[in-house]
C-alpha cells in the first residue's frame, strides 16, 4: 500500500508563502510511474483540485484560482513532490491533500480526485487576513 505524508503546512498571513512537501514510501512500483496531484478541502465544501504533475514531470495543471501563485513540482530520485504556494489568500485555507494515480502508460497530468489510487491524511493550511 502506498503511503503519502504531507508536511509543510500551517498558519500564514495573507500575502506570505508556504511550501507543502509530499513523500511518497511503499512503493509497489517506481515513482516515476504515478501521476501526481494536490487537492484541498475547506470546511463544508468538497474536495477540489489545486495542481497535478504528470509522471515525468514535463506536464503541469494548474486550477485557474491558483494559477500564477502555486507551483507543483516532483522530484523522482527522492519519491517526494511540492506545492509552493506564493500569495496567499484566505481563500486558500483548507486541508491539503496529496494524491498518486499509478499510471504507469500515460504522460498527461490528472485532476480529477476519482483518477487518484492514493491518498494522503492532509495537512491544514490557514491564511489569515
Known amino acids: 500500500q502506498v503511503q503519502l505524508v504531507e508536511s509543510g503546512g500551517g498558519l500564514v498571513q495573507a500575502g506570505g508563502s508556504l511550501r507543502l512537501s509530499c513523500a511518497a514510501s511503499?512503493?509497489?512500483?517506481?515513482?516515476?510511474?504515478?501521476?501526481m496531484g494536490w487537492f484541498r478541502q475547506a470546511p463544508g465544501k468538497e474536495r477540489e483540485f489545486v495542481a497535478a504533475v504528470s509522471r515525468t514531470g514535463s506536464s503541469t495543471d494548474y486550477a485557474d484560482s491558483v494559477k500564477g501563485r502555486f507551483t507543483i513540482s516532483r522530484d523522482n530520485a527522492k519519491n517526494t513532490v511540492d506545492l509552493q504556494m506564493n500569495t496567499l489568500k484566505p481563500a486558500d485555507t483548507a486541508v491539503y491533500y496529496c494524491?498518486?494515480?499509478?499510471?504507469?502508460?500515460?504522460?498527461?497530468?490528472?485532476?480529477?480526485?476519482?483518477?487518484?489510487?492514493?491518498w494522503g491524511q492532509g495537512t491544514q493550511v490557514t491564511v489569515s487576513s
Open positions: 494524491a498518486a494515480d499509478f499510471f504507469p502508460s500515460g504522460t498527461a497530468t490528472r485532476s480529477r480526485p476519482h483518477d487518484y489510487d492514493y
Open positions: 511503499r512503493l509497489t512500483f517506481s515513482f516515476s510511474m504515478y501521476a
